[in-house]
């Protein structure tokens, strides 16, 4: 079945500092999602894509729906303790409009 | 409130036995979902549903049931036949259409002992 590759895997940050994590894929997507998800919990919708080339920010959160509609990035800036977790990123085509691919989540941790 | 609601939280199976998670939504929504997450690991599609008395095979069905006899409920049953059963299963809902993003519930956390 399609597939997103999610990256990095994990990463270690320390407070304060910017995140990039980014999403790609071998097929086109009509709506990139990205999710944070706590421990023991389900995942948090953070911000919605709909068209290729969007930029869309959610407080210290940014997200792009890459051009090519095959890609999407998300930025944390300024990161504080609550942002640990897993982010995932998720898409949506119009050959399987119901069906909502995951990436396999990136793991956020911050150094003490 | 509106949402979506799973229950129970934490389940315990005996080897052998059938179990029915229950996923129920307010929101009014068409489509219904349920994804497994085993630890460490990203979310995998077992089955969805775009409307009532309809759904589709995700990429692990086996060994996995479902119904949607109302647009409310999507319940699944993990079968006897399901080799690993021992998982984090997830519920998600959407209002349905290309640009409606889904909505997840607390999570089901079961286990075989």
């Known amino acids: 079945g399609q597939q997103l590759n999610q990256s990095p895997q994990s990463m270690f940050i320390q407070e304060g500092e910017d995140v990039s994590m980014n999403c790609t894929s071998s097929?086109?997507?009509?709506?990139w999602l990205w999710y944070k998800q706590d421990p023991g919990e389900g995942p948090v919708l953070l911000i919605a894509l709909y068209k290729a080339g969007e930029l869309t920010s959610n407080g210290r959160l940014t997200a792009q729906f890459g051009i090519t509609r095959k890609d999407s990035f998300l930025n944390i800036s300024a990161s504080i303790p609550s942002d640990v977790g897993i982010y995932f990123c998720a898409g949506q085509n119009g050959s399987s409009a119901s069906k909502i691919i995951f990436g396999s989540g990136t793991r956020l941790s911050i150094r003490p | 409130d509106g949402g979506i609601t799973q229950s129970p939280k934490y389940l315990f199976r005996k080897e052998g036995q059938n179990v029915t998670l229950s996923c129920e939504q307010n929101?009014?929504?068409?489509?219904m979902y349920w994804y497994r997450q085993d630890p460490g690991q990203g979310l995998r599609l077992i089955y969805y549903s775009q409307i009532v008395n309809d759904f589709q095979k995700g990429d692990i069905a086996e060994g996995y049931s479902v119904s949607r006899e109302k647009k409310e409920s999507f319940p699944l049953t993990v079968t006897s036949a399901q080799k690993n059963p021992t998982a984090f299963y997830l519920c998600?809902?959407?209002?349905?259409?290309?640009?409606?993003?889904?909505?997840f519930g607390q999570g089901t956390r079961l286990t075989v002992v």
């Open positions: 998600a809902s959407r209002r349905g259409g290309l640009d409606t993003e889904a909505f």
């Open positions: 097929s086109i997507f009509n709506t």
């Open positions: 929101l009014n929504h068409d489509a």
